[in-house]
């Protein structure tokens, strides 16, 4: 298997990553560390603009829905190269909420979000998880209540509490899954409907929480929240496998390999700088360990390379991307606890993602500021005890329960 993208695609990741670059060269003097992408708003917000302009932020979509009708493979390939910039351009409305709107939304709703969302004019937010509703979605219990129940014109009301919401406090609005069948009985998987409620609506409040690396998610409590009936995305009841069908486009996520690839070549540079002698553990254990992160970050790439190629004929992705992201996410926890352990005491001195560094912290103190970090991936988008049900009973054919 090639593990390159096809040539064209490579010759597009060699200029973007040096256009990204350019773009985040003075990025250092924008910091804040509060915010996931370690960036302040409006830096964030003009480099979206941007991104916007150069057609970036729906690279294979089609073009008359404004994207620039490029391959899956191009988007992988933005992907990664953002990615190992650290540029924040990965988790976009466009990758996130872009896709289920495209799929299910009026041409009303598309005139209204895509076109400002691929010009990188707002930010999207999306709000699944609940208190008691994470890997098991089913369990959702905000409500959204329309008066006649059946009258296709009515106005929504939106009730209940979504947490853990990435990016919430500066995004515009946000896509919402909630229960639409007022009878409890009713099965949860046809009970639910997606929305899409601006943040500035009145009865929305967010709060910020901090995280362990400073900065926040959103919770993001909806109380009498009145929505016009075009909210609704898509048809009521169908909200479940909306919302799944969108997480499987999601988890094919290339900007992990991205982010695997970087570091692993930060480390293998600090090493053949600084040598062997100067690592934190024998010279045999650190070139064994590194070439365990070497092949680790290989199968990484082909695993997501495969998803790609699935994706790209069409077929059903689902294991491919669930193998993926259970990989991919588990080396970039083994990378960081690899960095540390070579580097020594020193490697535990962190820094944000962005502005001054601590001067003796080498390596911008990434590794240790990845060792926190890289808890989230494997429990956030489908933890990774679930994606591995999925490859028991998807993948191999074992019976679920
Ligand atoms: C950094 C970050 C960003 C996030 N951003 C968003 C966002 O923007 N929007 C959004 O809606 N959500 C977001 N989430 C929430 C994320 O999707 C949930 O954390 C995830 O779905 C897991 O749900 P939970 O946290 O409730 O954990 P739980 O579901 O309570 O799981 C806790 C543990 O139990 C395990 N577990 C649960 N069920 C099973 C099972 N059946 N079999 C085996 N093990 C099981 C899990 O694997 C996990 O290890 C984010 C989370 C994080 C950490």
Redesign the pocket.
Request: charged share 15%.
């Given at each position: 298997m090639d593990l390159r993208f096809p040539d064209d695609v490579e010759a597009f990741r060699t200029e973007i990553r040096t256009q990204i670059a350019d773009l985040m060269a003075d990025a250092d003097a924008h910091a804040d560390p509060a915010d996931l992408t370690g960036l302040a708003e409006d830096f964030e917000r003009r480099l979206l603009r941007t991104a916007g302009d150069r057609g970036w932020l729906a690279l294979h979509w089609p073009t008359e829905a404004g994207g620039t009708g490029r391959s899956l493979a191009h988007r992988a390939a933005f992907g990664r190269e953002a990615a190992a910039l650290d540029a924040p351009l990965v988790d976009t409305a466009v990758t996130l909420a872009g896709a289920p709107i495209l799929r299910y939304g009026s041409p009303d709703q598309h005139a209204a979000l895509l076109g400002p969302m691929v010009r990188g004019e707002v930010v999207g937010?999306?709000?699944?998880?609940e208190a008691q509703a994470?890997?098991?979605l089913s369990a959702i219990a905000t409500t959204a209540t329309r008066t006649p129940v059946d009258d296709p014109d009515a106005p929504w009301t939106i009730d209940g509490e979504?947490v853990?919401?990435?990016g919430a406090h500066k995004a515009d609005w946000i896509l919402i899954v909630a229960r639409t069948d007022p009878d409890p009985a009713a099965a949860p998987r046809k009970a639910m409907s997606m929305f899409v409620v601006p943040l500035a609506t009145p009865g929305v409040t967010v709060t910020r929480v901090r995280t362990a690396n400073d900065w926040t998610?959103g919770t993001v409590h909806f109380e009498g929240v009145e929505v016009p009936a075009d909210a609704l995305l898509g048809e009521v009841g169908r909200g479940f496998a909306q919302m799944a069908a969108a997480l499987a486009d999601e988890r094919s996520g290339f900007f992990w390999v991205g982010w695997a690839e970087q570091r692993l070549a930060d480390l293998v540079d600090h090493v053949m700088a600084v040598g062997t002698d100067a690592l934190a553990l024998p010279a045999a254990v650190a070139r064994d360990r590194l070439a365990r992160c070497v092949t680790d970050v290989a199968l990484a790439r082909a695993l997501a390379l495969r998803v790609v190629d699935a994706q790209a004929r069409g077929g059903d992705a689902t294991v491919a991307a669930s193998l993926s992201k259970v990989f991919v996410t588990e080396t970039l926890q083994r990378l960081a606890a690899t960095g540390v352990a070579l580097l020594g005491p020193a490697g535990l001195l962190t820094a944000p993602l962005f502005g001054p560094v601590p001067a003796d912290a080498p390596l911008r103190g990434r590794f240790a500021y990845d060792t926190v970090e890289r808890l989230?991936p494997t429990?956030?988008?489908?933890?990774?005890?679930?994606q591995r049900?999925t490859i028991a009973t998807r993948g191999l054919g074992l019976p679920p329960g």
């Open positions: 937010a999306i709000g699944y998880t994470g890997s098991d979504k853990l919401v990435t998610l989230h429990l956030s988008v489908g933890a990774n005890e679930i049900d």
